[in-house]
């Protein structure tokens, strides 16, 4: 069984930075891979992704230029970058993707989800 642990989120003002971090315990290998958020009262939206060889990568348009995501195979871990916060970036995010587990099999999994909260 593959665990997601999100960390990395907090309270920052307009302009600041945070990087996420999402830790795959059990997993030996790392797929497709994104970050998405959800905020009160709206749909979770995808904000990032990064496919199995980080050879290609999707930001939506409201974070392209600020965001950026990455990846540690060697850690099992992704993160996302995020540059000149603005307050409608707050959200609770959320890393999900495939990872293989120990057992050998493929699946997908999302995180818990980290709380970004972007305030003066």
């Known amino acids: 069984q593959v665990q997601l642990v999100e960390s990395g989120g907090g309270l920052v003002q307009p302009g600041g930075s945070l990087n996420l971090s999402c830790v795959a315990s059990?997993?030996?290998?790392?797929?497709?891979v994104g970050w998405s958020r959800q905020a009160p009262g709206k749909q979770r939206e995808l904000v990032a992704s990064?496919?199995?060889?980080?050879?290609?990568?999707y930001y939506a348009d409201s974070v392209k230029g600020r965001f950026t995501i990455s990846r540690d195979n060697a850690k099992n871990t992704v993160y996302l970058q995020m540059d000149s916060l603005i307050p409608d970036d707050t959200a609770v995010y959320y890393c999900?993707?495939?990872?293989?587990?120990?057992?050998?099999?493929?699946?997908?999994?999302w995180g818990q989800g980290t709380q970004v909260t972007v305030s003066s």
């Open positions: 059990g997993s030996i290998k790392i797929g497709d």
């Open positions: 990064m496919n199995s060889s980080g050879g290609t990568t």
């Open positions: 999900n993707g495939f990872f293989l587990s120990q057992s050998l099999v493929w699946s997908n999994y």
